[in-house]
């Protein structure tokens, strides 16, 4: 078991389970791949990476806006094309998760949370991004379960982090808190489906134990 998940708390044992028992996906390597066209798009990735840790620009709004735009006139899913699906790789208490790029609006340092009473434990609060307020639901407690607010951390640590706005169309405005956000990055998703112990919002877990979220299950429980 990681140092990710060595501190973890009952309500995570499911998932820790899962991870534990997940093993790598060797899918064939596919044919008539234009390489060309793959490393032209990586070079353009890259390129984009650097100005984001560099610090130009709005941090990742930019990005992640054009990477949706790009996906969403590609009908192809990228992981057809043998490079992968763009994914957002970011840390919680737990574990390390991978959620698909083009649901994604803003990045933000944690802003100001305002705490809602009475609300389910995966509610943090609410808090205000680019003057919309909006729920702000914790990943871990989300997909470990209703018991997991133990193991997610005290109140202060609740106010730590980042808030990661999804992409909700007509429905209600939400965000992720997670601990980390480490990079973004193409991840050949496993085409074997994640053991159910690890929960209903976890689409697949890869050799490297990162945990894929299924998007949309997951827009589906933060919508309503």
Known sequence: MDETLAGAGPGAAPLIAALDSAS???AAARASIDWDAVREKLARRTADLEAIFAGRGPWADAVLARRAEEL???PQPDD?????TSMLIARGV??????????????VPMPRLARVPGAPPAVLGVIAVAGRVMRLFDLDRLCSGT???GAAGSAEADQTGYAIVLRTGTGRPAALRLREVERVADIMVPRASAPVEA??????????RMAVIDMTALLDVVKT
Do not use: C, V
């Not at 737990?94 to 990045?107: P, Q, V």
């Not at 929960?199 to 490297?208: D, S, Y």
């Open 24 to 26: 790598p996906d060797r």
């Open 72 to 74: 969403a006139e590609t």
């Open 80 to 84: 057809e094309a043998g490079i992968g």
């Open 94 to 107: 737990e574990t390390l998760y991978g959620l698909e790029l083009r649901h994604l609006g803003h990045i």
């Open 147 to 149: 018991s997991a607010r």
């Open 199 to 208: 929960g209903p919002l976890i689409r697949a877990i890869t050799a490297e």
